[in-house]
């Protein structure tokens, strides 16, 4: 079993949609992070949150501690918001906190 | 400020070659971490460092890998000898802190491919 676990794996939603994305893990971590990657492209860090909720334009993510999950949602979603949404963590053992473990992805699709 | 530059872009090699990979973190960045994003698979952590030290390579395969980040110049990613299962797309990070603690920025990523 994967430490980091997305779901779904892929998402398709019609524009104007509200979209979750779920995030759960089985390591005690000291932060995580909701990264955006474009077919092809590069990556961009969305989120990185270690408590509660973040909220940026129609981005929003929210963290359970003692759960180990979390989520991402996007309200009014827009086809220029099609991309893969990675979820990773930084352990939180003592380890290097350079060391990200990466979920799978979720592969977001919005039609117009 | 620019962001974080990878070069170069695409690199084609052919089995047995070197590659270096480069990348040059934000201005005022001092904590460089490199990922493996093989074909169809998720991103693997390769290597964290901090100028002239490197913090934690766990992530490095044991053989033909290696990894600086001078006092002076970007920080290489370098693979000796590739084999094919070495295409992939490398990509760079970089933090004015720790992982756990500062937003990560990462560059657009080297894509290898060996022929």
């Known amino acids: 079993k994967n430490e980091v676990e997305q779901s779904p794996q892929n998402l398709t939603a019609q524009e104007g949609e509200f979209i979750t994305i779920n995030c759960s893990y089985s390591v005690g971590i000291s932060a995580l992070h909701w990264l955006q990657q474009h077919p092809g492209g590069g990556i961009v860090s969305l989120f990185m949150l270690s408590s509660g909720k973040k909220k940026h334009g129609r981005l929003i993510a929210t963290i359970n501690i003692q759960e180990k999950h979390s989520s991402l949602h996007i309200t009014a979603s827009h086809p220029r918001d099609s991309a893969v949404y990675i979820c990773?963590?930084?352990?939180?053992?003592?380890?290097?906190?350079?060391?990200?473990?990466f979920g799978k992805g979720t592969k977001l699709s919005v039609k117009p | 400020n620019a962001g974080v530059m990878q070069n170069p872009r695409h690199l084609v090699r052919r089995r047995g070659q070197e590659a270096r990979l480069r990348c040059s973190p934000m201005k005022g960045h001092s904590h460089v971490y490199w990922y493996r994003q093989l074909p169809e698979e998720g991103l693997k952590f390769m290597v964290y460092l901090q100028k002239e030290n490197i913090i934690d390579e766990s992530g490095m395969p044991k053989e033909r890998f290696s990894a600086e980040f001078p006092k002076e110049g970007p920080s290489i990613l370098r693979i000796q000898q590739v084999v094919r299962g070495d295409s992939a797309a490398y990509f760079c990070?970089?933090?004015?802190?720790?992982?756990?603690?500062?937003?990560?920025?990462f560059g657009e990523g080297s894509r290898l491919t060996v022929l």
């Open positions: 990773a963590v930084s352990r939180g053992d003592g380890g290097s906190q350079g060391n990200l473990i």
């Open positions: 990070a970089s933090s004015p802190k720790q992982a756990n603690t500062g937003e990560l920025f």
